[in-house]
């Protein structure tokens, strides 16, 4: 009776889920001791292709596969490692084959981890997620390192989650026990403040629980989330050019946000002016260009140095759309008012 009850609860919740909305299945097998890690370890069967689907190390010798199916459907599966078969007894076999067999569920499920070529369970530890992200991306590598390795800056390295934006790292540990551990960018060890550090060096602390966890995500140095990111604001720069005579490709507006990429300008009488979206809060230099070729002088009085003997406007991007005021070209200020002089001469 309860194969008929799941059998139609699936058939009704197939009805209304797409494939994009199937649920999650996640297979786990822990490899023998001694296994490289970096063996090919697969998942093979009915659903996963004629080759099989490669699984992924999550720490601690674990390798896991999410497979994303409909429920109610028995699949028949395997794993290998560098093209070896497993070989599995019948407790958990289908007749007479060495391959494993499954029911998908109604929901997202986590299958207990298996022992590679073993019905028995390898659930001999506890696997840890640790998460952190970078407020500034950055190339170096990012590890993580603790009592549980040793303090090693490069054994444990973290892989970048490009859906999520932050780094994670999975290793089996031994519940109940205490561990301290940081983060590490390149080779240095991050500067953590706050109620979650400890003792003298300011580690991070755990007390190992008993059952998989995934903790939360920190910001690097800091024992909350990063905040989010800045918003883009649209920052009008102005520049009047009546006492210049305009090139005839234009004004241009070049600058650091943009790698100093020449932005045509559009005129309205003598003022030309280009509004360009700009992360707030970001720090930014520019210049104002007459054609191709011709930068204007900035007076040191409203610049910063730019390193070659000359200076840069400079600005701090505000939180809200800002229209600069006009400037007139190689100047601080607006360009003075002309007037138009009549010169007469008797003779």
Request: charged letters at 10%.
């Amino acid at each position: 009776m309860r194969s008929i009850y799941f059998f139609l609860l699936c058939l009704t919740i197939n009805s209304y889920t797409t494939h994009s909305q199937s649920v999650k299945t996640v297979f786990r097998t822990r490899i023998p001791d001694g296994t490289n890690l970096s063996s090919d370890v697969k998942i093979t069967g009915n659903f996963f292709g004629s080759s099989g689907q490669s699984m992924s190390h999550i720490g601690g010798g674990v390798f896991e596969y999410e497979l994303f199916s409909s429920c109610g459907k028995r699949i028949s599966y395997s794993f290998t490692i560098d093209n070896q078969n497993e070989t599995i007894q019948s407790g958990c076999c289908i007749g007479s084959t060495s391959a494993r067999s499954i029911v998908i569920p109604d929901a997202d499920t986590l299958l207990p981890t298996v022992c590679f070529s073993s019905c028995d369970s390898c659930e001999t530890g506890t696997l840890v997620t640790f998460k952190v992200a970078l407020q500034n991306p950055t190339a170096q590598g990012v590890y993580i390192a603790g009592s549980f390795n040793n303090w090693s800056l490069t054994s444990s390295p973290m892989t970048f989650d490009s859906v999520q934006g932050l780094y994670q790292y999975s290793t089996v540990l031994t519940a109940g026990t205490n561990i301290e551990y940081k983060f590490v960018l390149g080779n240095q060890f991050e500067n953590v403040q706050g109620l979650c550090a400890s003792g003298s060096f300011n580690n991070r602390t755990l007390s190992v629980p008993t059952s998989d966890t995934v903790l939360p995500v920190v910001c690097f140095s800091s024992c909350s989330p990063c905040p989010p990111p800045p918003a883009p604001v649209n920052v009008t720069f102005r520049v009047d050019m009546s006492l210049q005579s305009v090139g005839p490709n234009g004004v241009f507006l070049t600058g650091s946000f943009n790698g100093w990429t020449p932005i045509p300008m559009t005129a309205n009488g003598s003022v030309y002016s280009a509004t360009v979206p700009i992360l707030s809060g970001s720090n930014i230099e520019f210049k104002f260009r007459n054609d191709t070729s011709l930068f204007e002088n900035v007076p040191s009085s409203c610049g910063v140095s730019d390193g070659f003997g000359g200076f840069n406007r400079f600005l701090t991007v505000p939180t809200s759309d800002t229209v600069l005021p006009v400037v007139c070209f190689s100047s601080c200020s607006p360009c003075p008012p002309t007037s138009l002089v009549t010169f007469r001469v008797d003779l």
